[in-house]
């Protein structure tokens, strides 16, 4: 198991940005993909970002050119960079360590507890 613990979260105006850390604990060889997922009330949870342990990465097509996955390996921490934050980006984020390059968080294993992003005017 893979143990994750995420922080960062806060409320912010619509345009700001925000960065999410995750940090981990324990290694699986078979769970080196990172992910961020997101789910608001009433919905779904849905993939956000997801980031390979050699930097390869993967948006939802809602957050393309907005936000940025990245690690420290050494660190064994995930980083969500977050720019022009709209309201609809209002969720309980998730970290998540999994086994492929995927929005699906059925290839992952071991969750956080998550951190809650608001944004608000």
């Known amino acids: 198991q893979v143990q994750l613990v995420e922080s960062g979260g806060d409320s912010v105006q619509p345009g700001g940005s925000l960065r999410l850390s995750c940090a981990a604990s324990g290694f699986i060889f078979s769970r080196t993909y990172r992910g961020w997922f997101r789910q608001a009330p009433g919905k779904e949870r849905e993939g956000v970002a997801i980031?390979?342990?050699?930097?390869?990465?993967l948006y939802a097509d809602s957050v393309k050119g907005r936000f940025t996955v990245s690690r420290d390996n050494r660190k064994d921490t995930v980083y969500l960079q977050m720019n022009g934050l709209k309201p609809e980006d209002t969720a309980t984020y998730y970290c998540g360590a999994g086994s492929a390059l995927s929005l699906r968080e059925s290839w992952f294993a071991d969750w956080g507890q998550g951190t809650q992003v608001t944004v608000s005017s």
């Open positions: 980031i390979a342990f050699g930097g390869n990465t």
